[in-house]
């Protein structure tokens, strides 16, 4: 499986996880970050469905896919798996980095268990499958 994390994330975090997820080879999962495959500012209208054909799982804090009916129906049609993260607004860099390492195990049982199209929203305190 491949999990994108998208252009809200650093391209470094993406790679921090990258490294520490090949400590966990047999769990068959690649972390990249989408600029590794379109090129920085690609429309979602374009990314969205090229991520979905490689059954790949993307990561965002733009939650406007949810709420933009062309965009979530887009997200469906394709059968994508996402989940948006929505940390705390007074959180950095490093904070952010917090929490995806504290939420990794939880997103990638969610990513490998639930059936697509899904989406997911990460608070701090959860992970809550969106009610589409």
């Given at each position: 499986?491949?999990?994108?994390?998208?252009?809200?994330?650093?391209?470094?975090?993406?790679?921090?996880?990258s490294e520490?997820?090949k400590?966990m080879r047999?769990?068959?999962i690649?972390?990249?970050?989408?600029?590794?495959?379109?090129?920085?500012?690609?429309?979602?209208?374009k990314?969205?469905?090229e991520?979905?054909?490689m059954?790949?799982?993307?990561?965002?804090?733009?939650?406007?896919?949810?709420?933009?009916?062309?965009l979530?129906?887009?997200?469906?049609?394709?059968?994508?798996?996402?989940?948006?993260?929505?940390?705390?607004?007074?959180?950095?860099?490093?904070?952010?980095?917090?929490f995806?390492?504290?939420?990794?195990?939880?997103?990638?049982?969610?990513?490998n268990?639930s059936n697509?199209?899904?989406g997911?929203?990460?608070?701090?305190?959860?992970i809550?499958?969106?009610?589409?």
């Amino acid at each position: 499986m491949k999990i994108f994390f998208d252009e809200n994330f650093s391209k470094y975090l993406a790679t921090g996880i990258s490294e520490l997820q090949k400590g966990m080879r047999h769990e068959g999962i690649e972390v990249l970050h989408l600029t590794q495959h379109f090129d920085k500012g690609v429309a979602d209208e374009k990314w969205i469905p090229e991520i979905a054909k490689m059954h790949g799982i993307i990561i965002t804090q733009d939650t406007r896919i949810a709420r933009t009916g062309s965009l979530w129906k887009l997200c469906t049609d394709y059968k994508l798996g996402i989940f948006f993260v929505k940390p705390s607004k007074s959180y950095k860099y490093w904070d952010i980095v917090r929490f995806i390492i504290n939420k990794w195990a939880a997103i990638k049982d969610k990513a490998n268990t639930s059936n697509r199209p899904f989406g997911y929203i990460v608070t701090p305190n959860k992970i809550e499958r969106m009610n589409h």
